[in-house]
């Protein structure tokens, strides 16, 4: 008899040997009913229940166990009572894989926090001795490609390769330490997770280096990036790009499919200004696909927002829902009602913006525009 613990939104089973469970879009407390009937479906795509097989008429309840492994070892466990019953099997409620502590607090058990990659396996004892076991990928393999708009499920992890540069301030140090951008980094993978998307880094460690070189025409002082970025040239950036732009473009490396993200100490006057290739009207591609940070003002979900820039290769957009992660400006915390969403989601839909950004930016990402 086949094993089919995990069910789909429909009710479906899951099959691990093709499937994967994928992290919510959803606002975390829309759409996850604290108790729900055998027979209810669920409009959230990436929600699940566990169904059990009960051992005889008389049991109207099954425990089962939910593990969260990665690395091959468990992060955490929850047991779940499993009571709707209709013939020979009960369900639970639904459940929603999510991200940060902040959405995981939200819905007690029915949220599960986990990362791309990681394995969840689900077990119950059916008669002593006798256990039933199943196991299920976060995302499917990155040897895998999928990318079908409807069945997220299909979807196999994708990976966007980033190079981090820290520019030295005008004493000399890194504008940035290592410990913040790795906390960046791990913002914006539990943002992207949502899409199936992850970052790769080139090197494990901030790559710092000097203040670009100047042209040789410039006469003014020394760029350091203490005070600002882009030389004053507010307008017309990547139609006449600034010497600080040119600058910044020699200061990649040589792989197109990589995004350069340089951490300054000061930008004039934004947060952070990234170079998606669409406004590029130079006609040098170099200009292309990189992202500069002010490291004194960055927020949790700067990284993730100027990727999206990059993957979805365009500027804001009008009727941007509140919870969007590419509204602008950011959130400065990570609540569960901020700004931390990529369509497709109910608000996406509603607001006819971003409800294809899942598709487009895993097109776009292990290939750049
Ligand atoms: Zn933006």
């Not at 086949?2 to 959803?26: H, Q, T």
């Not at 080139?202 to 000097?210: L, S």
């Not at 995004?259 to 591609?285: E, W």
């Not at 990529?342 to 839909?349: A, E, F, L, N, V």
């Amino acid at each position: 008899m086949p094993v089919e613990i995990i069910r789909k939104n429909d009710n479906s089973a899951y099959d691990p040997n093709s499937e994967a469970l994928g992290v919510s879009n959803y606002v975390t407390n829309n759409e996850l009913p604290a108790t729900s009937q055998f027979g209810d479906t669920n409009p959230d795509p990436e929600n699940f229940r566990l169904q059990a097989r009960v051992p005889n008429a008389t049991t109207n309840s099954v425990q089962m166990k939910l593990e969260v492994k990665r690395d091959g070892a468990v992060v955490s466990t929850t047991n779940y009572t499993l009571d709707k019953k209709d013939g020979d099997f009960v369900r639970g409620p639904f459940l929603r894989l999510v991200t940060d502590t902040n959405d995981d607090a939200e819905s007690g058990d029915q949220t599960i926090l986990v990362k791309l990659g990681d394995k969840i396996k689900v077990s119950y004892d059916i008669a002593a001795g006798s256990k039933v076991e199943q196991e299920i990928q976060v995302g499917r393999p990155a040897s895998e490609s999928n990318n079908e708009p409807d069945k997220p499920w299909k979807h196999d992890i994708r990976e966007v390769k980033v190079r981090i540069v820290a520019v030295k301030d005008a004493a000399g140090n890194a504008c940035i330490t290592d410990a913040k951008v790795n906390e960046l980094v791990n913002n914006a993978n539990e943002r992207l997770a949502q899409s199936g998307i992850r970052l790769k880094r080139t090197q494990d460690t901030v790559e710092v280096i000097e203040p670009p070189s100047k042209p040789a025409d410039d006469v003014g002082p020394a760029y350091t990036y203490d005070q600002n970025y882009r030389d004053g040239h507010i307008s017309g950036h990547l139609t006449s790009p600034s010497e600080d732009e040119i600058a910044f473009s020699l200061s990649k490396d040589g792989d197109s499919n990589s995004i350069d993200i340089f951490f300054v100490k000061h930008i004039v006057p934004a947060v952070a200004i990234a170079y998606y290739s669409s406004q590029n009207k130079t006609g040098n591609p170099a200009l292309s696909n990189f992202i500069v940070i002010s490291s004194d003002a960055v927020r949790p979900f700067t990284v993730a927002h100027e990727i999206m820039h990059i993957l979805l290769n365009q500027g804001h957009r009008n009727l941007e829902p509140s919870t969007a992660l590419f509204y602008s400006p950011t959130s400065q915390f990570k609540t569960t009602a901020g700004k931390k969403r990529i369509g497709p989601y109910p608000q996406s839909k509603t607001n006819n913006v971003g409800d294809d950004d899942t598709t487009t930016m895993r097109a776009n990402a292990e290939t750049l525009p």
